[in-house]
């Protein structure tokens, strides 16, 4: 379009942060630059997970695919994933990837020699890496005031004379390969709403009318205010892009009571994590991997000017 232009230079500003979970708004981009951080965090940024399992001793009720499969979604501290290499390309190992450089060596030993039934969580996993270990949750739950959990994630039960030995081998790799190695749980973002309502048009409906047309919204974005009996905008954010206000105004025939459009150039994210890295570092992994990308793929000044724009965004997330 003549007199427009590609460059923008994003913000961010962080609603709320905790070590699982960040919201944030992000505004002056666009949905394709939105789009795209949630999909790379959500497939591209690497995590470390359990990925070769040796199953030595297995007389549990459990089959050994069964056992591996649990193992490999247990999720492991990542902090350093970024820094790994990935197996099949180490040089170290010819890619055999059972190095120290792109794979980390756990073991479990359990054997119940009682009445009560074992569990055998996460917690039994001994690491060869001290830095690379099933992540706790206990800390997180510490810090949000719930009920503390002490014994980690629960493989298998054993009863008496039951054994489970195993080795295995955690190594790097992103979500688009396999889902256990996806750092994040869920990353969701939505257009901002900009509610204006026809407050000349609302004096012409009874009171009657605006609690019926407030309560056919089925998320709590309207209030009937009780002393001056206006309608009023209590959460925008709540709104669902269900148009059920905008019907209900219709078959009221009071069409434009309401006017309710997307903010194309507002998004507010909401990213949880699965606790193998920090919401914070995700996002800024994810940034970096953008960039990485886009210097890989030159192709023309405009993705020149994209990469200025990821370079801003993660600026203002790491000031942020």
């Given at each position: 379009m003549e007199g427009s232009?590609?460059?923008?230079?994003?913000?961010?500003?962080?609603?709320?942060?905790?070590?699982?979970?960040a919201k944030f708004e992000l505004r002056d981009t666009d949905a394709s630059m939105a789009?795209?951080?949630?999909r790379v965090m959500i497939a591209e940024v690497p995590t470390i997970a359990i990925d070769l399992v040796e199953i030595e001793v297995n007389s549990s009720v459990l089959n050994d695919e069964f056992i591996a499969h649990r193992l490999g979604l247990i999720p492991l501290t990542s902090e350093r994933a970024m820094s790994m290499r990935f197996s099949r390309d180490c040089d170290a190992c010819d890619g055999d990837g059972q190095c120290e450089f792109c794979s980390v060596e756990f073991h479990l030993r359990a054997k119940c020699h009682s009445d009560q039934t074992l569990d055998v969580t996460s917690k039994d996993l001994y690491s060869s890496d001290h830095t690379v270990?099933?992540?706790?949750?206990?800390?997180?739950?510490a810090a949000s005031g719930e009920a503390l959990d002490?014994?980690?994630?629960?493989?298998v039960k054993l009863r008496r004379g039951q054994e489970l030995r195993l080795?295995?081998?955690?190594?790097?790799?992103?979500?688009?390969?396999?889902?256990?190695?996806?750092?994040?749980?869920?990353?969701?973002?939505?257009y901002e709403?900009?509610?204006?309502?026809?407050?000349?048009?609302?004096?012409?409906?009874?009171?009657?009318?605006?609690?019926?047309?407030?309560?056919?919204?089925?998320?709590?974005?309207?209030?009937?205010?009780?002393?001056?009996?206006?309608?009023?905008?209590?959460?925008?954010?709540?709104?669902?892009?269900?148009?059920?206000?905008?019907?209900?105004?219709?078959?009221?025939?009071?069409a434009g009571l309401v006017d309710i459009t997307a903010k194309e150039d507002s998004f507010i994210f909401t990213v949880?994590?699965?606790?193998?890295?920090?919401?914070?570092?995700?996002?800024?992994?994810?940034?970096?991997?953008?960039?990485?990308k886009l210097d890989a793929v030159r192709l023309?000044?405009?993705?020149?000017?994209?990469?200025?724009?990821?370079?801003?965004?993660?600026?203002?997330?790491r000031g942020g």
């Open positions: 232009s590609y460059q923008r230079f994003p913000k961010v500003k962080i609603r709320e942060l905790r070590d699982d979970y789009n795209a951080l949630r270990v099933p992540v706790d949750f206990s800390d997180s739950a002490t014994k980690g994630i629960i493989i080795r295995a081998i955690a190594r790097k790799g992103i979500g688009k390969d396999h889902a256990k190695w996806s750092p994040a749980a869920t990353v969701t973002f939505m709403p900009n509610i204006h309502i026809n407050e000349d048009l609302m004096e012409t409906l009874t009171l009657e009318e605006k609690r019926t047309w407030v309560e056919s919204c089925p998320t709590r974005v309207f209030e009937l205010d009780p002393v001056t009996h206006q309608v009023m905008v209590v959460d925008p954010e709540a709104y669902t892009y269900d148009d059920e206000v905008i019907k209900k105004a219709e078959a009221m025939g009071k949880e994590s699965t606790g193998a890295i920090k919401a914070s570092q995700l996002i800024l992994n994810a940034i970096d991997i953008l960039k990485q023309s000044d405009d993705t020149v000017e994209a990469d200025d724009q990821f370079g801003e965004l993660g600026a203002h997330m």
